[in-house]
């Protein structure tokens, strides 16, 4: 099967963590790329946590690139609470025997896609500071963009403040360009994500299924992201579920718009879909998931993993 080749921009993150897991060993996705943002811990770490989880996966061959250490316009925030300190706390990973690529995670994004013979799938599971660059500094790249699709926003309230979520509340103005940018876009947001869960029984199942099972468990065991006990939110996996199991969701094409001046709701995502703003639909919204196929999905994907 010709595999669909594609770039992760990840702050990890448990959650990113696992979906990076699922996408490297996933029979229909080639990862030419991970780049790296500061989201949920800072850039520092996000990147180590790259190399550390491909190291884990012995796949040192895929290249890390650097992104940005803040987000464009508005002072940085992270989300160590939900994480932890490293941002992959619970696990004792080994360190990694390779550096980040010399490029910049921009530079790279761009000479992969602008290599590439088949047109690249950006997958964004963190802050969208990266895209946004890449956008506004090279925006050649969109002729070898298939899509972004991107675990972010909300059609209903947020987790970062009461409108916003968490990957465009800490930086709407990048997300802001990316809704702008005319790309194909699918925004898988916080509200399918929030039914996106893991229970204890699938968390127990997926301990003794092999190696990755078993870091996941004790990853799960620290994740604030729910609670272990009443399910945990798996938000970035959501958007790989997206490309390998989209009948899990109902999905509507629809306008969404980013607050930017807002006071109290700035990083709100205005999921139009009723269109009151009367504008061009610009995106596709996941709306529902299939919260009992999701789960079964993501225990079969982390069965593939080592
Ligand atoms: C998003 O924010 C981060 O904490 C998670 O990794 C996910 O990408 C959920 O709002
Ligand atoms: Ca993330």
């Known amino acids: 099967m010709n595999k669909r080749p594609i770039i992760i921009d990840t702050d990890p993150g448990i959650d990113d963590a696992l979906a990076i897991a699922i996408a490297l060993y996933s ?5 030419k790329l991970i780049t790296t943002v500061a989201g949920n811990v800072g850039i520092d770490k996000t990147t180590y946590n790259a190399l550390r989880l491909l190291k884990f996966f012995d796949k040192e061959n895929i290249p890390v690139a650097v992104g940005a250490d803040k987000p464009l316009i508005r002072p940085y925030e992270d989300a160590s609470s939900v994480h932890g300190k490293s941002g992959m706390e619970g696990y004792e990973f080994e360190d990694p025997t ?37 956008l506004k500094v090279y925006p050649e790249v969109k002729e070898n963009i298939k899509e972004v699709v991107m675990m972010g926003g909300s059609a209903s309230r947020g987790n970062k403040g009461v ?29 399918v994500g929030m039914k996106a869960l893991v229970l204890p029984e699938d968390s127990e199942a997926i301990k003794s299924m092999n190696k990755t099972g078993d870091m996941a468990y004790c990853l799960f065991k620290k994740y604030r992201g729910g609670s272990f006990n009443t399910g ?6 959501t958007a790989i579920a997206y490309l390998l199991a989209p009948e899990i969701y109902e999905v509507v094409d629809t306008y ?21 703003l009367k504008q061009p639909n610009n995106a596709k919204v996941c709306i529902d998931i299939d919260a009992d196929k999701f789960r079964e999905w993501f225990k079969e994907s982390i069965r593939k993993c080592i």
């Open 98 to 134: 390779v550096a980040p690529i010399t490029e910049n995670a921009v530079n790279a994004m761009r000479k992969v896609i602008m290599e590439s013979k088949e047109a690249i799938t950006i997958v964004a599971i963190g802050p969208l500071t990266n895209i946004a660059l890449l």
């Open 256 to 276: 969404i718009d980013v607050e930017l001046a807002g006071t109290m709701t700035a990083g709100c995502t205005l999921v139009d879909l009723r269109g009151y």
């Open 163 to 191: 409108m916003s979520e968490y990957n465009v509340g800490v930086d709407p103005e990048a997300a802001y360009i990316l809704f702008h940018s005319g790309l194909d876009i699918t925004m898988v947001g916080l509200d």
């Open 232 to 237: 945990l939110k798996m938000y970035d996996s």
């Open 27 to 31: 029979e229909e996705l080639d990862v």
